[in-house]
């Protein structure tokens, strides 16, 4: 191993919390081309048990830091082609540590366009800048005499020639630039202002018309709406250092001086105070508010991708309903609500639009067809899509089950977010060429209900709308991203070989678009794959993807019964050892938990396979090709509270979270507007991230705090007990019990049953921003 991979290692070992052998034997493995999942599951032994978030964190710091190394090495040869590269400064640049300490001590070597300070030198000034740095008792005005010919008028141009030198050494000195920074980071705030005259326009961001917090401190999401209304020229936002001193001298000119021992009493020192003012406002000030800036940008970044990530997961392992025949429903008000039926499989079996609302209000037309359908296809799911006319679909639907002798089919709320871009992709196009594009969209709703995984795996993850400010962050981290939690989640659960769409088997570890399309292509010109190895038949599949995708591929019913496990065939011989040790059939010993739990794993070790695979052919054989998703449930939407004017302070209410962010989370009500428990009512205790009390899917109780129709802000608690007074004070009057009593009598609506699931607005933030 290299001094530099030794160095890399070292470095990712703290990282991820690991030894420097674990990390080395994962970065081998990553460099044959194995995917992380692969790893995490069937190379234990190899990496000592990393675990697949350790791992992606080791491939994010290794693409990192090998990126730092490629330009650690370019940095030096730029300035050895230069012949400037002395032993001291190579030692320097290889302990650097960060891609900006390595640029701060670039910098004086860096191409740059002809300045002020080149200027000054090529008029013969560098002595005198030398010269008044070195003698601090003389006067620079005398020592500047000596410098007037005909390119210098004057004394007070050979002093300004002198200025831009020094400071520009002052702006390239990378120890002083690197104590600078430190303190800024340390000492810094950022201020948001509003642009004069933009206060209507801008009235989403009347929070930051005057905002003011530490820089250290500022969280991601007020970070991004900052630069969101920087974007939209509504906020003026700078970065600001000793702004509260406003009389004395600032720490920042401290540091400059103490960097070149500038004292306050000696000629010298005098002009040199005035220099290290002149530098750190034109220089120094701007470089590190720039630096600050997009620190800052990268930090928010950072933070809005891992929650976008934490709920794309959230989502994508979501409960299935499971094989059950499902209508689809994509509301609308002028243009029709569209109809799919899909079968237990997700096959699209028939399709219709009504009409129900105005202006065509064709309400017995609108019932007679959805009954139709109903008896014709046993359905047993209904999805309503949550976006426009969605609570009015929900209460149509909720009128016509009543008339439906039992046992009834169950709807529930789901999600629309990404059908639309799902409907006009060229995916939908291919798998639905005779479908109009507006019944892509209801298809894509009642197969999500079924199996969100295998649906939402269509879609382009940031367009699932699950994050916060997803389209002002970095879009290549952020696909980067998404797509590892899209493929961790897609392997966790497992594919059916035999039924898996091209989209799903794409995300299985080692296949990719083009194999998934071959597979799909053998499947329908050979028929259902019988077991794993038939895999090796197809087009362009070799050993090394075949070792990478065989243990996530499932074939139920097929020659080899372990085939439908998680367990991989590299390793059947191992369950077989397994199996003939209990002196059963394979197929009659699979589930049998009681007879494998009287095994001692250490038995079955050998020179290839440990304890930690050991354990895990057990457990699979124990629950064989088991889901890691939980139960399907269904939350309670309140009837007769459809809008948010229906809202009222107090209301008990259930809902599904959509979104969890770094302040709190979001919850669907049915109103068409995500209401926000902010962090702190999201417990009776302390809360330091939400993301350790809700994910998104969960289903959860609330009670009204707040309600802004104007601003479209809904505040809810989850707190048995919330934390506002009025709230509560008037949860708990006769008055307000009273008043939701006629409310509800008024409406003469009962509680629904049913309600959302999966919601996932993809508006959610921005609404609130």
Not at 512 to 541: M, Q
Not at 705 to 717: F, G, Q, T, W, Y
Request: aromatic share 4%.
């Amino acid at each position: 191993m290299t001094t530099i991979a030794q160095s890399i290692c070292q470095t990712i070992a703290g990282d991820i919390k690991a030894n420097q052998s674990q990390v080395a034997a994962a970065i081998g493995l990553i460099d044959e081309g194995a995917t992380i999942p692969f790893i995490a599951r069937y190379r234990k032994e190899v990496t000592g048990g990393l675990d697949d978030g350790q791992l992606r964190l080791l491939s994010e710091r290794l693409i990192y830091l090998r990126e730092m190394e490629a330009r650690r090495e370019a940095i030096i040869q730029a300035i050895r082609e230069q012949n400037k590269l002395s032993p001291e400064l190579e030692e320097s640049l290889r302990k650097a540590s960060s891609k900006a300490e390595l640029e701060d001590l670039y910098l004086p070597f860096k191409p740059k366009r002809r300045t002020r300070a080149e200027i000054a030198k090529e008029n013969g000034l560098l002595p005198l800048a030398e010269e008044i740095l070195k003698n601090r008792n003389e006067e620079p005005e005398l020592l500047a005499k000596d410098y007037i010919n005909d390119k210098i008028a004057d004394v007070k141009a050979a002093l300004d020639g002198a200025r831009d030198i020094i400071s520009e050494t002052m702006a390239e000195n990378a120890e002083l630039v690197g104590n600078l920074r430190h303190y800024m980071q340390s000492h810094a705030f950022i201020h948001a202002k509003v642009v004069a005259g933009k206060e209507q326009e801008g009235a989403k961001f009347s929070d930051y018309f005057d905002h003011r917090e530490k820089w250290s401190t500022v969280p991601s999401h007020r970070a991004l709406a900052m630069f969101r209304g920087r974007n939209e020229e509504i906020l003026n936002v700078d970065i600001e250092v000793d702004e509260d001193i406003p009389n004395g001298e600032k720490p920042v000119i401290k540091l400059i001086k103490q960097a070149y021992q500038i004292g306050d009493q000696l000629p010298g020192d005098i002009f040199l105070v005035s220099v290290a003012l002149w530098a750190w406002r034109v220089k120094l000030s701007l470089h590190l508010s720039l630096d600050l800036m997009r620190d800052l940008h990268e930090r928010a970044d950072e933070e809005a991708i891992a929650v976008f990530a934490r709920n794309l997961k959230a989502l994508l392992l979501a409960a299935p309903a499971g094989e059950r025949a499902t209508m689809g429903l994509d509301p609308g008000i002028r243009t029709g609500v569209k109809v799919a039926v899909v079968d237990k499989t997700g096959k699209l079996k028939e399709t219709a639009t009504i009409y129900p609302f105005p202006p065509k209000n064709d309400v017995r037309g609108a019932e007679a067809v959805l009954a139709a359908l109903i008896k014709k296809h046993q359905v047993d799911l209904i999805a309503i899509g949550n976006g426009t006319a969605s609570r009015e679909t929900e209460k149509l639907v909720g009128d016509l089950l009543k008339h439906i002798p039992a046992p009834r089919p169950t709807k529930v709320i789901v999600s629309e977010a990404g059908a639309s871009v799902y409907s006009a992709s060229e995916l939908a196009a291919n798998e639905f060429p005779d479908l109009d594009v507006s019944l892509r969209g209801a298809v894509s709703i009642a197969r999500r209900l079924q199996d969100p995984l295998a649906e939402l795996v269509k879609i382009e993850p940031k367009s699932i709308g699950v994050g916060q400010y997803q389209h002002d962050v970095d879009q290549f981290e952020l696909m980067r991203a998404l797509d590892g939690v899209v493929e961790d989640a897609v392997n966790a659960v497992g594919v059916d070989l035999n039924t898996a769409s091209p989209s799903l088997l794409a995300r299985v570890s080692g296949v990719g678009a083009s194999l998934a399309d071959a597979i799909v292509a053998y499947r329908d010109e050979n028929g259902p794959f019988k077991n794993r190895n038939g895999l090796k038949s197809v087009p362009r599949l070799g050993a090394k993807t075949f070792e990478q995708c065989a243990g996530f591929l499932r074939i139920r019913n097929g020659d080899e019964p372990l085939d439908a496990s998680a367990v991989h065939p590299e390793a059947y011989s191992v369950a077989r050892k397994i199996v003939a040790a209990c002196g059963r059939d394979l197929r009659s010993l699979m589930g049998d938990s009681a007879a494998l739990k009287k095994l001692d794993p250490k038995t079955f070790i050998d020179e290839r396979f440990g304890l930690p695979t050991v354990k895990d052919i057990l457990s699979e054989l124990e629950k064989p090709g088991r889901d890691p998703r939980p139960e399907f449930k269904t939350a309670t939407f309140a009837e007769g509270v459809d809008e948010i004017s229906d809202l009222k302070t107090g209301m008990k209410l259930e809902g599904t979270v959509t979104n969890v962010a770094n302040f709190g989370a979001f919850v669907d009500i049915g109103v068409h507007q995500d209401g926000l428990v902010h962090i702190s009512q999201l417990a009776d205790t302390y809360v330091s991230d939400p993301h350790k009390v809700v994910k998104a899917g969960d289903i959860v109780s609330v009670t009204v705090l707040d309600v802004d129709p104007a601003r479209k802000r809904i505040s809810l608690s989850m707190k048995k007990h919330p934390d506002n007074p009025d709230s509560r004070a008037k949860a708990a009057s006769p008055e307000n019990s009273l008043r939701n009593h006629l409310h509800n009598m008024k409406n003469k609506k009962p509680v629904s049953q049913e309600g959302s699931f999966g919601s996932a607005l993809a508006e959610a933030l921005r609404k609130r921003h």
